[in-house]
């Protein structure tokens, strides 16, 4: 399966939450929606400064893509989990008479031979219009909303935004802009990839790919295989296999001066663990920087709990369980190739980005330093 390069845009200044402290006015709620692979997830906030509140939100694991890689279609019992946990959605938009939204669909969307039907049924049974993004923006997307967990020690970045359909990379040179600049330089690529006439700092792209591989259809691939740790050392080695056209795989990267930034519910997972915390808490993990060795140690641990232990386990949670071996296997090719002291964790990614381009399109954030 060919990674993909397709042509996309978009606009996506900085991404922070908190929860706002009274009810706003209705006329300046926005609204974010993603439905991906896995998951379907939404956020609706109040522009607060050069930030913005949120005001209610929804999470739930929909399984839209489930078959999709044995038939090419959405499954009816998929597209009916996903359409109730949309109606939810849609009475939450109602209840908070939000009027400026954007509602994107990801790789199941692209994919599948039916996923016009699905929007046309999406909006006649719950009046939302989704929109299918391309995986240029996806990219863009992860890139501006993980600007400012970047360090200004940062020459080297690659940042990992892993979903349920789909893993994008995007690798950024910044070591020419300065220090200071840095996450700045990164959150300015809003702009485009590969503009050129900025008077500010530059960051330069030195290459993106789209791997039609996530979390869902790495495991789906290779479901058939029985034994556990054979089943993650497959997975793991087809998902390198697939870094072969980007550019940077061929190069040997040192550690100082490089980082990741990984965003998905697999580098979150994985941090939880990490941390030994039995209930999720986004405070102690956005944000947070662990080490390949880290990584590799909480990977081996799964491992070594097998398929039973890893379902008994409340750092995994029941939502993730089934899917965390596979996210583990593209975590350990990533760093394989490339071995860091500096991975951080981003609790953030496609609603963020989706709402501040919004926010920043309207013109009702103020000026931040980005």
Known sequence: MAPKRPKGAGAFPKAVESPAPARPDPDALYAALDLGTNSCRMLIAQPKGSGFHVVDSFSK?????AGL???????????????????ICQQKLKRNKVRRMRLVATEACRRAKNAREFIRQVKRETGLTLEIIQPEEEARLAVISCAPLVSTKTEQLLVVDIGGGSTELVWIDISSVPRRDRPAAIMRLHHG??????????????DWISVPLGVATLRDQFNDVEDDSARFALMSWFFEENLADFAPYN???????????GTSGTVTTVAASHLGLKRYDRTKVDGLRMTSDQIDKVIRGYLELGPQGRRRDPRI???????????????QALLRCWPTDRLSVADRGLREGLLYAQMSADGVLEDGPF
């Open 61 to 65: 694991s929909v399984q839209l893509g």
């Open 69 to 87: 890689e044995r038939t090419g279609r959405l499954s009816r019992s998929s597209m009916a989990r996903t359409i109730q946990a949309l109606r």
């Open 251 to 261: 190069d040997e990267q040192a550690r100082l001066g490089f980082q990741i930034v």
């Open 317 to 331: 949670g029941d939502d993730r369980q089934a899917l965390i071996m596979s996210g583990s296997a593209i975590l």
């Open 193 to 206: 990839f590969h503009t050129t006439d900025s008077p500010f700092p530059a960051a330069k792209v030195v």
